[in-house]
């Protein structure tokens, strides 16, 4: 529910293989490192270990360029 991509009657449908690829790419990274899950009050990452503190967007934007 929260990929509009995957639904063909939006506006927001991939065309190309690579766009889609990107868009789930960047829906995954902020849920998983970003987005903080009410059910175990901190980021997935931060739970596994992953990272000790969640990223912001402006982190993954810097990733990204």
């Given at each position: 529910?929260?990929?509009?991509?995957?639904?063909r009657?939006?506006?927001a449908?991939?065309k190309?293989?690579e766009?889609?690829?990107?868009?789930?790419?960047?829906?995954?990274?902020?849920?998983?490192?970003?987005?903080?899950?009410?059910?175990?009050?901190?980021?997935?990452?931060?739970?596994?270990?992953?990272l000790?503190s969640a990223l912001?967007v402006?982190d993954?934007?810097?990733?990204?360029?």
């Amino acid at each position: 529910m929260q990929v509009r991509r995957l639904t063909r009657l939006t506006n927001a449908f991939s065309k190309k293989v690579e766009n889609l690829k990107a868009a789930m790419d960047l829906h995954f990274t902020h849920y998983n490192f970003v987005r903080f899950h009410s059910s175990i009050r901190c980021t997935p990452a931060m739970e596994a270990g992953v990272l000790p503190s969640a990223l912001t967007v402006a982190d993954l934007v810097d990733m990204a360029a």
